[in-house]
């Protein structure tokens, strides 16, 4: 195989203000062979988004800086310091690159068939004439259907997905050697997201192109790749084979992102966190193997924390002089919560999952249906019967950035709850429990004086976590708690909900896209679609023997990493 | 569209009886008794008595309002009360004075600073940049009045090279004679301010994600500022400039007063020095109708630049 | 994360960076300076004696001999070298107030409504004998002797005073009105927008200007109330639509769902994070007020005529250019140029400084 790319010695940083440097990238080297599929892998920070973009030239020129020695060599032709004249001949022809967000990433004024055939006139030479039908046919081979319609629509006129088609087309219109896909599938749905890695990978053996994917999810990766990097804080940890990746992982941090996602086919007692990898501790494996029983079995003998009846939440938007269109959020949703017990509430973007809870919170006001706690309905309340309840339901919700008020030091977050509910004597005992609590979290005392912004995500989650405990509360509603943290930070937030599930003896309605999460932690499982739950079972019958078909479409779209890719092979 | 024109007239109308309220609260009860203002300039009790009457003033503030928004809805506001002219002749005759400096004005400063706002873009963060920003930001500080009273000195009554004021009869001697200095102070005194908010819009749009996109395609630098960039600011640009179209109608009055353009800028500080209520009245009620039909076109203007507004 | 027992809130790292910042400090400094003087003239500290005639009219500005004096009645070819470029009506020829002074009516202020006319009596009479007075001054003199720099001291507390009032009036006005709107929505939203569109339907300058029109009294509350009352709109656009992206933010639910009421989330969750938009906002509109205080008084329906501004100086100033003076135009302006791009610079970095980027 002849070496596309060669990247050795490369170091970006930037400069934040006139005090502070941060190296993104700290000395990476790899190369790109022709036709092969290199996977970049990475948490939040590992620098692989910023080597991508400093192969494209597509830095900021503001405050980046590549250092000197780094080198990114194409075709053996040097490309740093290549003048920008010259570089933007590759670019869009010999290089594509696709990004994580399609919709801004498309400019919203211009057709998504213009937008393509403009690659065409600027590298081909094409007249617009002839670009425009050759943009519909590329349309067409990234398999949108009605191509030459969709060719005239502007990029808000199409779905999530097939924005991310028609950036796919474009980048094939310059008939790339290598394709960059960073981050292509994050902001799309499992479904969506497998129909892209396929389309990927069917354009690549058709074309003969090389692919370069970067992603932080390992599983994906699998998938698709030949070769693996692995990158943390801007370093490449190990580099290998997929299948070496997979099966021999040599570096612990490999090690540690392979087992800290929940995994589909068993279920662990506690899930492995990074520590213990990287200190060198061995992972405590047998706790890991242990399955936790399924609870389930019986069920009808716990009483019924939650109730909620034929909840609906409907939406109504203006349209036209009079007319008003309807939105059926969350349509006649009926379940029950058993004390102590977790219900897990799975469903794509757009299902109504998130809605549900937060009209249960009341901080939607539902259409109909009812809300019982303890056979009270919740709903009707007034807001002063519904105070002692309020301390009862809490929610944690999905962006540890926006959840937590940044004026605020943690210890008014945390004492707050407790002052307006009358929980403890004094300002001391309440300071008293809230040092407790952020123990029971997992942080340090010296919190209470700090600020938000100067803890990581996952410990503001941590500090969102301890403010709903601050209230004792039954029941708690996780909405995505874990959707925005790093996988091994995902997996520490994780044994943390268990814990204090099992020593509060607490019920949770876990709502999550990510159907590996919900498995783990939930004993039920409900899928939505559309405003409506169309199926309910105990957690591993539904991943064992899904019955509705929207279920089983959304389990096949897993992606399940390396060891699937060889038990389909086989 | 047709069901957003009508929602949209229909939405006119509140704001109208908000804005007709506003003035009649004004002028009838903060303003005190018209009659006595017009009694100081007549003098005569027996006129001031048959004023009253003619004005309304003795019936109830029911009555009166009725009266006013008749005044409204009939477009006539009946006579100046310093010169006795149909108020509705006047608003006729000074509007083409008015538009003939400000349509030169608004569109020599849009494009100009459009142009220099694209330029500054390109060479962003550089020395240049932060230089014309300074400079900006200094020239928005000197006072309007002294743009026009040097630039009138010096270049009027000083140099010679215009006159110093003064309104002819065709358009041509107009707008090559006298409106010549009064929109070269006019540009210079908007195009400071102009070039600061149109840069912030392009940088803005600079830093999108689809700049990125548009890069990694290998446009060059030329098409990527001005097709794309460029299409998408003036987004904010047309806001801003409708905006600003309105306010620019009275906020030139200072030149048409220096410059003595017989305009409605003109007219309004005359009939505020002369307590000319009705003139007031009328040309405040006509710029709010036009405030609310450019805000109309500004909504039609969007859809013009913009795909993704839909006119419901 | 640091290991200080005690952090830095949002304000403080704000503040430091504001510090931090060489163009921002500079600006603040000249700010102050400006402010320090305003008081200092308020309280009569400084400028106390501005309108007394200390110098002939019309002293040309000279920063070497600012301290000559001449101990007799001013050369008669100085006055003579006046007299010829003074147009016709000007009523400028010899000092009417020292005449006033000469004639014991001192006591009767030279902008009296008649002292026009009674310049004209006392200029047709032959001058008599003039106190000493100086011939120069470092920023020169007006019509009657006022020292300029005096002058420009006492007209920053005017302008600047109008300037800082009236914002705060439309601010504490637009952040109000806006959380309101912005937090509750529904009806309160629609009627509280039906008053922004009415106010914004009609220009800024025609309402003042109508305002001013109906007004008979003029003083520095009036002005101070009209540009305030008028000028809340843009304000109250801005913190409502804070209000509107806040009011759904997580940690405002998150505070519903811990029971804190409507008013603790609107005032105590919600207003230290959008206040910074209120803190530049006020900052931009005592600039744009400043600036609109000059021209309403130019135009005489602001400050009255006792009170000296910015804008009163511009007005005379007008009719002194024509005859050549032009001192009293380049100080006035000079003045309120620094003061201007001193605050909009300072108001530049306090956004920078204020960016919610940070998280």
Request: net charge neutral; aromatic share 8%.
């Amino acid at each position: 195989m002849s070496e596309l790319l060669s990247v050795s010695h490369l170091r970006v940083s930037f400069r934040l203000d006139k005090a502070t440097t941060i190296e993104a990238v700290k000395g990476v080297s790899f190369t790109v062979s022709a036709g092969e599929t290199l996977a970049i892998v990475g948490e939040s920070g590992s620098g692989k988004s910023v080597t991508a973009l400093a192969i494209m030239g597509l830095l900021p020129k503001e405050n980046s800086n590549v250092a000197a020695g780094s080198s990114v060599r194409w075709q053996g032709r040097e490309l740093l310091g290549l003048p920008n004249r010259e570089l933007r001949t590759l670019r869009g022809s010999d290089i594509a690159m696709i990004f994580q967000d399609p919709m801004s990433s498309l400019n919203p004024l211009f057709t998504v068939g213009d937008q393509i055939a403009e690659v065409l006139v600027t590298h081909h030479e094409m007249t617009w004439k002839a670009a425009r039908k050759r943009a519909v046919a590329l349309l067409d081979e990234v398999g949108i259907p009605e191509p030459a319609q969709r060719a005239k629509l502007y990029p808000f006129q199409l779905s999530g997905g097939q924005q991310q088609r028609g950036m796919i087309a474009m980048a094939m219109a310059g008939e790339p050697k290598l394709l960059i896909a960073d981050e292509p599938t994050t902001a799309l749905d499992v479904t969506i997201q497998k129909q892209i890695i396929e389309l990927v990978n069917t354009l690549r053996e058709k074309r003969g192109m090389a692919v370069m994917w970067i992603s932080h999810d390992l599983a994906v990766v699998g998938e698709i790749a030949d070769r693996v990097i692995v990158m943390r804080h801007g370093e490449i940890r190990e580099t290998g084979t997929v299948a070496d990746i997979f099966t021999r992982p040599q570096d612990a941090y490999t090690q540690a992102l392979l087992q800290c996602h929940p995994p589909l086919d068993h279920r662990p007692r506690r899930l492995a966190v990074i520590d213990d990898f990287l200190e060198g501790k061995p992972p405590a494996i047998a706790l890991q193997r242990e399955a936790r029983p399924q609870v389930g079995a019986g069920e009808t003998a716990i009483a019924p924390i939650l109730e909620v009846r034929n909840l609906s939440k409907h939406f109504e938007f203006r349209e036209g002089l009079f007319g008003k269109r309807l939105l059926k959020a969350v349509d006649n949703v009926s379940f029950t919560l058993p004390k102590g017990r977790t219900v897990g509430l799975v469903g794509e973007s757009g299902s109504g999952k998130s809605t549900v809870g937060l009209t249960i919170m009341r901080l939607h006001q539902a259409t109909a249906g009812e809300v019982l706690f303890e056979g009270k309905n919740l709903l009707t309340m007034s807001a002063r019967e519904q105070m002692p309840y309020k301390r009862r339901i809490q929610i944690i919700f999905q962006n540890p950035y926006a959840s937590l008020n940044p004026r605020f030091v943690v210890g008014d977050i945390l004492l707050e709850p407790m002052r307006i509910h009358g929980i403890g004597a004094n300002e001391r005992e309440r300071e008293a429990l809230a040092r407790t609590l952020l123990d029971k979290v997992g942080l340090p005392a010296l919190t209470l004086r700090k600020y938000p912004h100067e803890f990581s995500g996952g410990q503001r989650q941590r500090i969102a976590i301890a403010r709903a405990l601050s209230l004792q509360p039954d029941v708690l509603i996780c909405d995505e708690s874990v959707s925005a943290l790093d996988v091994s930070v995902q997996a520490q937030v994780l044994n943390l909900l268990q814990d204090l599930r099992d020593e509060f003896g607490m019920s949770y309605l876990f709502i999550s896209h990510d159907l590996a999460v919900v498995k783990y932690i939930a004993d039920q499982v409900l899928v939505m679609h559309a405003g409506e739950i169309v199926e309910s079972a105990p957690s591993d019958d539904i991943y064992r023997n899904p019955q509705h078909a929207y279920t089983r479409n959304l389990l096949r779209a897993i992606p399940r990493g390396y060891a699937h890719k060889t038990l389909v092979a086989s | 569209m047709s069901a957003f024109l009508l929602r949209r007239l229909w939405q006119m109308v509140p704001t109208l009886f908000g804005v007709i309220l506003l003035v009649f609260v004004l002028f009838n009860f903060v303003g005190g008794d018209p009659a006595y203002l017009l009694a100081g300039k007549i003098s005569n009790p027996a006129q001031i008595e048959s004023i009253r009457n003619q004005l309304g003033l003795n019936e109830s503030y029911a009555v009166q309002l009725g009266i006013f928004i008749k005044q409204v809805v009939t477009a006539d506001f009946g006579s100046s009360w310093s010169t006795n002219e149909p108020v509705s002749q006047i608003i006729a005759t000074r509007i083409g004075p008015s538009l003939v400096v400000l349509i030169p004005i608004l569109v020599i400063e849009t494009v100009l600073a459009i142009l220099i706002a694209v330029l500054v873009a390109y060479v962003r963060s550089s020395l240049t940049d932060r230089a014309i920003m300074v400079a900006c930001t200094v020239a928005m500080s000197v006072s309007l009045l002294v743009y026009i009273i040097v630039g009138q000195y010096v270049l009027a009554y000083q140099f010679g090279w215009f006159p110093v004021q003064g309104w002819g009869e065709s358009l041509r001697e107009n707008l090559l004679k006298y409106a010549a200095l009064p929109v070269l102070l006019g540009v210079a005194v908007g195009i400071a301010p102009n070039v600061r908010l149109y840069r912030t819009f392009i940088l803005d749009e600079v830093n999108q994600d689809y700049v990125r996109t548009a890069r990694a395609k290998g446009l060059d630098e030329n098409t990527v500022m001005l097709k794309h960039v460029l299409r998408n600011a003036l987004i904010p640009i047309i806001t801003n400039l409708m905006a600003y179209l309105p306010a620019l109608l009275i906020g030139h009055f200072l030149i048409e007063r220096f410059f003595s353009i017989p305009g409605i800028g003109r007219e309004v500080i005359m009939a505020v020095e002369r307590s000319d209520f009705p003139v007031i009245k009328a040309i405040t009620i006509y710029v709010a109708i036009a405030t609310m039909v450019i805000n109309l076109l500004t909504d039609l203007l969007y859809k013009a630049v913009d795909p993704r507004v839909k006119l419901q | 994360m640091s290991t200080q027992a005690h952090s830095a809130g949002l304000w403080t790292l704000a503040w430091r960076r504001l510090l931090g910042d060489r163009v921002a400090l500079v600006s603040m400094s000249v700010v102050a300076l400006f402010i320090g003087l305003m008081l200092a003239s308020s309280l009569d500290i400084v400028a106390a004696d501005w309108n007394d005639e200390i110098a002939v009219g019309y002293a040309r500005p000279s920063l070497f001999s600012a301290t000559a004096v001449t101990e007799q009645a001013p050369e008669p070819e100085a006055v003579s070298a006046v007299i010829p470029q003074v147009g016709a009506g000007d009523t400028a020829i010899a000092d009417p107030a020292a005449v006033l002074k000469q004639l014991g009516l001192d006591d009767i202020k030279i902008t009296d409504p008649l002292a026009k006319e009674l310049d004209q009596i006392l200029a047709t009479t032959p001058a008599p004998e003039i106190k000493p007075r100086e011939e120069t001054r470092p920023f020169g003199a007006d019509k009657w002797g006022h020292d300029v720099l005096l002058k420009v001291i006492k007209g920053s507390e005017t302008s600047i005073f109008v300037g800082l009032a009236a914002a705060l009036v439309a601010t504490v006005i637009g952040t109000l009105l806006g959380a309101v709107a912005g937090y509750y929505g529904g009806w309160l939203d629609d009627l509280l927008n039906w008053f922004y569109s009415i106010f914004t339907a009609i220009p800024y300058l025609l309402l003042i200007l109508a305002i001013a029109a109906v007004l008979d009294q003029k003083g520095m509350t009036t002005i101070v109330l009209i540009l305030g009352l008028t000028g809340w709109t843009g304000i109250f656009r801005l913190v409502r639509a804070e209000y509107m992206k806040h009011r759904t933010r997580e940690y405002v639910q998150a505070a519903d769902a811990i029971g804190a009421s409507n008013f603790s989330r609107m005032f105590r969750h919600i207003f230290p994070n959008v206040s910074h938009v209120s803190l530049v906002q006020l900052s931009v509109h005592t600039v744009g007020f400043i600036k609109s205080e000059v021209i309403l008084s130019f135009l005489g329906f602001g400050v009255p005529v006792d009170k000296v501004s910015w804008g009163s100086m511009l007005g005379e100033a007008q009719n002194e250019l024509i005859l050549g003076y032009w001192w009293q135009l380049v100080a006035a302006t000079l003045a309120m140029a620094v003061l201007v791009t001193a605050f909009s610079m300072f108001t530049d970095a306090l956004r920078d400084a204020l960016d919610p980027k940070i998280k």
